[in-house]
């Protein structure tokens, strides 16, 4: 058999490739999908485009780990290669059934006509590949459109569940609800009962699970959220913290719509329980339409790093995954000059103004003003731009005062968290010269600040 490597023809001449990020080998990386822990083994799917950096026809490449650190690339590939899948086999989830990982997405399918029918389809994947494909939702239930897909499939105490985003025929968002008890004939059940009417016009990528008795949706509630004039992405990714009934799936008292993530670069955050129990996330770092300044090497986006979540008093809290501790090596002066680093800075009083990137006139700003508790991040002294549209900086008004921050670079993608993960800023950058410093123009002299240097482990990616 041909070397993986060589078999998908990897991208390696250019230094905006991550060292510790899940990326394609070629072409387009989108949403993560059927995210799984089984028998010792991590396996993480995601929405690709092999061919380049657009939305063409995707499939599920697949990366596998057994410590959420180091990733190898995987021959078990989820092509769209039957008539129920023809225009792309989208996203969706896995589920282990008796010892088998069964995997669920849409099929999208496209009439001569151009008409969009969506199929939801399972298949397994054994040790040769994915195998046994079928169709288990045939049809989009009455009063929805054809945006119908991404099915998420959990265990309830009834049997199994799966929540779908959909439209509904008023255009308007929501997502559904089917049941089962033998994981091949769904019933559709209902709408998923919530107080948000009218928000937005299609949910896409939903998440379902329970923390601390607690019932979250994670959503990407297209054409909410989104204030062009106030600096916001085109597409969000939010969550609702509810009771939740898992009999009739009402979520009906729940919280206002947060976003998950206030950086640029931030959707269809997926989520998965880790070998040691905690739920663990992985979101696409990206989402802005058009092309990304990787697109000229014929690639664009990566995941997140996983990220454990935690719920306090309705919050959703992300922190990076402890096992990201084996990338460390020996801290290093904080100004020294890396293409990746880890920082953290504690017992912050005041204002901050600290540039997370600096290289001659080129740098990455993060500012925080303590007498208004605003944070923003300001990527507008970047040459290599995209999405301007939508505004070059990214404001948050943090409800109580900065005190930590906890920060992952590696090449191209900054990832911030905020007084112990209470916010996250996710963002892509492209700078000209890869070799930066951390530059603190304004920090109170007692906060305490470290630089680890990280490992380049992405030697398989
Ligand atoms: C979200 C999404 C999903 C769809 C997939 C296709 O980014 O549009 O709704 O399944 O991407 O790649």
Not at 72 to 80: A, E, M, N, S, V
Not at 398 to 410: A, G, I, S, Y
């Amino acid at each position: 058999m041909k070397d993986t490597k060589h078999t998908l023809n990897h991208i390696t001449n250019n230094h905006w490739r991550t060292q510790f990020h899940i990326q394609p080998p070629t072409g387009l990386l989108n949403d993560p999908n059927g995210l799984i822990y089984h028998d010792g083994v991590y396996h993480v799917f995601y929405q690709w485009h092999p061919d380049g950096p657009t939305h063409g026809l995707k499939s599920w490449n697949h990366v596998t780990s057994t410590d959420l650190v180091h990733w190898t690339q995987d021959k078990r590939i989820l092509q769209p290669d039957s008539i129920y899948d023809s225009h792309g086999a989208y996203s969706g989830s896995a589920l282990i059934v008796d010892d088998t990982l069964e995997l669920f997405y849409t099929g999208n399918t496209r009439t001569l006509d151009d008409v969009r029918i969506p199929y939801q389809l399972n298949a397994r994947l054994d040790s040769n590949g994915i195998v046994d494909k079928k169709v288990v939702i045939d049809h989009i239930p009455k009063g929805y459109t054809d945006h119908f897909r991404d099915p998420k499939v959990f265990t309830t105490p009834q049997g199994y569940a799966m929540i779908l985003g959909a439209q509904r025929q008023d255009m308007t968002g929501t997502a559904l609800l089917y049941t089962s008890t033998d994981l091949k004939t769904w019933h559709f059940a209902k709408e998923l009962t919530t107080w948000l009417q009218s928000f937005g016009y299609m949910w896409e990528c939903p998440d379902y699970f329970e923390l601390d008795q607690k019932g979250i949706l994670l959503f990407c509630p297209q054409g909410a959220m989104n204030v062009p004039q106030l600096n916001t992405n085109i597409y969000p990714n939010a969550y609702i913290v509810g009771e939740y009934d898992t009999t009739h799936f009402d979520m009906s008292h729940h919280t206002n719509p947060q976003l998950l993530d206030y950086g640029f670069d931030f959707y269809a955050a997926q989520t998965f329980i880790d070998q040691t129990g905690q739920r663990v996330l992985l979101a696409w770092m990206g989402a802005a339409e058009g092309g990304y300044p990787s697109d000229k090497y014929g690639w664009a986006h990566v995941l997140t790093l996983p990220r454990v979540l935690t719920l306090i008093d309705n919050h959703l809290y992300q922190q990076p995954h402890p096992n990201l501790i084996a990338l460390r090596t020996d801290s290093v002066p904080i100004d020294s000059p890396l293409c990746s680093y880890e920082l953290t800075v504690d017992s912050i009083q005041g204002d901050l103004d600290i540039d997370l990137y600096h290289f001659r006139d080129e740098c990455i700003n993060l500012r925080y003003d303590a007498s208004t508790q605003t944070l923003t991040l300001d990527r507008s002294a970047l040459k290599n731009t995209y999405a301007t549209e939508r505004g070059e900086t990214r404001t948050l008004r943090l409800d109580e005062p900065l005190k930590n921050l906890h920060v992952f670079r590696d090449t191209s993608t900054l990832e911030i968290f905020i007084n112990q993960g209470r916010y996250t800023l996710s963002l892509r950058f492209f700078p000209q010269h890869i070799e930066g410093h951390v530059k603190i123009k304004t920090l109170n002299d007692s906060a305490l600040k470290t630089l680890y240097p990280l490992e380049d482990v992405n030697h398989d990616l």
